[in-house]
Each structure stands twice: as C-alpha cells, then as structure tokens.
C-alpha cells in the first residue's frame, strides 16, 4: 500500500534535545495529523493541521500543515524520556495515508 | 472507557483457520475504518464505512478478507483459510465526520495476528 516518506527513520537523542522531524508526499492532502504509537498499542492523535501554512502547538509538540500541501513537520521541544516512541505522520482525504514513521529514542 | 475497543487483543492461530476480529467504534462515530500494520510499517487502509455502508475496500483486501457493518455500530474483520502473511496488527479506527471535512481519526488498542 502507499505510504508517505517521513524522516529520519530513527533518532536517538539525549533528554532535553529538541527533535525535528518531517514528512513528504507526492499527493495533494486535505489534512495532516500526527500520531504516536507505543509498543503493542494503537495509535494517539497527538496533532491535526487542516490549513495549508497552519502552524498548531499542543504543549511541547509544535506542526506545520506546508504551503503546497504535500509536506509537513513535527517538532518535539525538551524531550523528556516518556516521548519514546514511533512518530507516524499521516495524509487525508477520504482515508488516512501514513508515513513510514520514525523511532524516537531518549536517554534520561 | 468510551474509546475505540477491539476484540480480541490477541489471537493466534494455525494456517488455514478463519478468524474473526470485532471493533466497537466511539459511540456517534459513523465512520469506521479497518487498517492492517505489520512490524516496522505505518498502518495500512484496507477499508472503510459510513454507517453501514462499505464505502472503499484496498487492493489490500483480498478475497479471503471480508468486513462488515451490519448496524451501523460495530464491524468485524473476518479472515479465511489464514495464511502466515497474514500475521500482523489489525486495527480499527472511527471518526465523526469525514476525513475530508475536518474529521479525526481515533483508533483502538489493536488485534494481534499470529499465523502459525
């Protein structure tokens, strides 16, 4: 099935970093949401961005809806050891498309 | 809980078997969606809803597949004559308005697949 390109694949970072990750796609989206997704668990709506240029906050996480709507970004600020986890971005129209994801490590 | 609830969290079971897996959506959701992950990758669409009616089915979804919505509420994912390719996380998710509209995609715990 399609899934969209995100970047990195991995991270590992110290406790504190700021991490920045990104996700492209060759297709034209309505919305991007972004998801975190524990081991053995379903995935958690962390943001959704619904405006081409948005730029929407929720507490540490920050995202950007891009201005041709084929891109997307998730900043995480002050990591903390609980944001382990696979980051997953996703495109919608009438269904969701998601990215590869990418595997956030933090050490304490 | 008034999340997404999926049934059973695990099952494993030998090739060839049927298997059957249910999701109870957020109560009001009129949409519910089926999405197939396997270790390593983003959730796959296999399918979707808008009440009872199956709007759009994957390549994916092969004919051994079949989900159904009867009432509008609940779905089950049924899968025939299991194959070891079929091991992976099922998940179901539901949302109030289409994804097109604003809607919000919820999803539940998952199912576990094992094709032994």
């Known amino acids: 099935g399609q899934q969209l390109n995100q970047s990195p694949q991995s991270m590992f970072i110290q406790e504190g970093e700021d991490v920045s990750m990104n996700c492209t796609s060759s297709?034209?989206?309505?919305?991007w949401l972004w998801y975190k997704q524990d081991p053995g668990e379903g995935p958690v709506l962390l943001i959704a961005?619904?405006?081409?240029?948005e730029l929407t906050s929720n507490g540490r996480l920050t995202a950007q809806f891009g201005i041709t709507r084929k891109d997307s970004f998730l900043n995480i600020s002050a990591s903390i050891p609980s944001d382990v986890g696979i980051y997953f971005c996703?495109?919608?129209?009438?269904?969701?498309?998601f990215g590869t994801g990418t595997l956030l490590a933090v050490q304490p | 809980d008034t999340g997404v609830s999926q049934d059973p969290r695990h099952k494993i079971t030998k090739r060839g078997q049927n298997v059957t897996f249910r999701c109870d959506p957020i109560?009001?959701?009129?949409?519910l969606y089926w999405y197939r992950q396997t270790l390593g990758q983003g959730p796959e669409f296999l399918t979707y809803?808008?009440?009872?009616?199956?709007?759009?089915k994957s390549r994916l979804l092969s004919d051994r597949f079949s989900a159904e919505r009867p009432k509008g509420s609940f779905s089950t994912l049924e899968i025939q004559r299991t194959e070891q390719g079929d091991s992976a996380m099922y998940l179901c998710?539901?949302?109030?308005?289409?994804?097109?509209?604003?809607?919000?995609?919820?999803f539940g715990e998952g199912s576990r697949l094992t094709v032994l």
């Open positions: 998710a539901s949302s109030l308005a289409g994804l097109g509209d604003g809607g919000e995609l919820f």
């Open positions: 297709s034209i989206f309505n919305t």
């Open positions: 961005l619904y405006k081409a240029g």
């Open positions: 996703a495109g919608s129209t009438n269904k969701l498309i």
């Open positions: 109560s009001e959701h009129n949409r």
């Open positions: 809803f808008q009440n009872e009616a199956q709007l759009e």
